[in-house]
């Protein structure tokens, strides 16, 4: 069998780069460093510390713009309230995949056009003012497609949705959540 000469350096020279690199200190003293972790589990999906802060930036932002007496308290709570709607976002997502309901886009852009109505504005300056707030078009988007689909959701389980009081209804779509809860595995890690 006969070897390359070219290849057998090239090989060494491999060998003896990494050798060194993984035998200095600073790779050799470094403890592993955590970059990513995971705070809760709704069955088998992860929600991770990444997207978990990613999702609380726009809160963050309006808190510390607040009273100072309340920023304290309120950035104290803003995690584990922000964890719970991911939590419970999750749990809809899942129950609506099981029903197969879906929303389809042109039904976002008409929730869309009636927020930006209620609010006597075009869609274009509702979006802009999300921006305002550091809520991309996309988390709007996203945000109109999660009510719908949570409404649809409550619908197909038979929960009433005919009252106009909003704290009716959260209590209600709460309740729902609590009843799933008892039936998929949610484990919190915060």
């Excluded at 003896?16 to 972790?37: C, E, F, Q, T």
């Excluded at 609590?178 to 998929?184: D, G, H, L, P, Q």
């Amino acid at each position: 069998m006969r070897i390359d000469p070219a290849r057998a350096s090239l090989v060494a020279c491999v060998l003896l780069l990494s050798a060194s690199v993984w035998s200095s200190p600073a790779v050799a003293d470094s403890a592993p460093k955590v970059i990513n972790r995971i705070v809760a589990v709704v069955g088998d999906e992860p929600i991770t510390l990444r997207a978990l802060v990613l999702r609380s930036l726009p809160y963050k932002k309006r808190i510390q713009a607040g009273p100072a007496a309340e920023r304290d308290a309120a950035m104290k709570a803003l995690l584990p309230e922000v964890l719970d709607r991911m939590v419970s976002e999750a749990l809809f997502a899942r129950r609506a995949d099981e029903l197969h309901l879906t929303v389809p886009p042109d039904e976002i852009d008409r929730a869309l056009k009636l927020m930006a109505d209620a609010n006597k504005m075009t869609v274009a300056e509702l979006v802009s003012e999300a921006k305002r707030g550091d809520v991309s078009e996309g988390d709007l988007r996203a945000q109109a497609r999660q009510q719908l689909l949570e409404y649809r959701v409550l619908l197909a389980e038979g929960v009433d949705m005919s009252s106009k009081d909003e704290a009716e209804l959260g209590k209600r779509s709460k309740g729902y959540i609590e009843a799933i809860k008892r039936v998929v595995a949610v484990e919190v890690r915060l």
